[in-house]
């Protein structure tokens, strides 16, 4: 079984940066391989929206035309921690950022198919004066 466990939201002011952690446990390495990395969001009223995503076997990425330009997805070497560094934010940014994982996806296939396996609890962000 695979535990997802984000960190990093908060409370922060329009143009300010918020840096979100997924820490990923349960498998080895080489199988976590196997599996694209993704952040979700969804606000109150609003359908989920996929983020940004990250193939772990080759590091491609997908982000959403939203956030285009301000946020970034990496991991670290290790390949166990995906972090989502967003910049620029706005108050249309606020919602619940949920880390998720998927077996055998490309980052595209996940973002935008909402394909996943594997789903962490959820921080809040909240962008406002």
């Known amino acids: 079984q695979l535990q997802l466990v984000e960190s990093g939201g908060g409370l922060v002011q329009p143009g300010g940066s918020l840096r979100l952690s997924c820490a990923a446990s349960g498998f080895t390495l080489d199988y976590l391989d196997n599996y694209a990395i993704g952040w979700f969001r969804q606000a109150p009223g609003k359908e989920r929206e996929g983020v940004s995503c990250?193939?772990?076997?080759?590091?491609?990425?997908y982000y959403a035309d939203s956030v285009k330009g301000r946020f970034t997805i990496s991991r670290d070497n290790a390949k166990t921690t995906v972090y989502l560094q967003m910049n620029s934010l706005k108050p249309e940014d606020t919602a619940v950022y949920y880390c998720a994982a998927v077996f055998l996806k490309t980052a595209q296939a996940m973002c935008v198919m909402h394909s996943s396996d594997y789903w962490g609890q959820g921080t809040q962000v909240t962008v406002s004066l």
């Open positions: 990250i193939s772990r076997s080759d590091g491609s990425t």
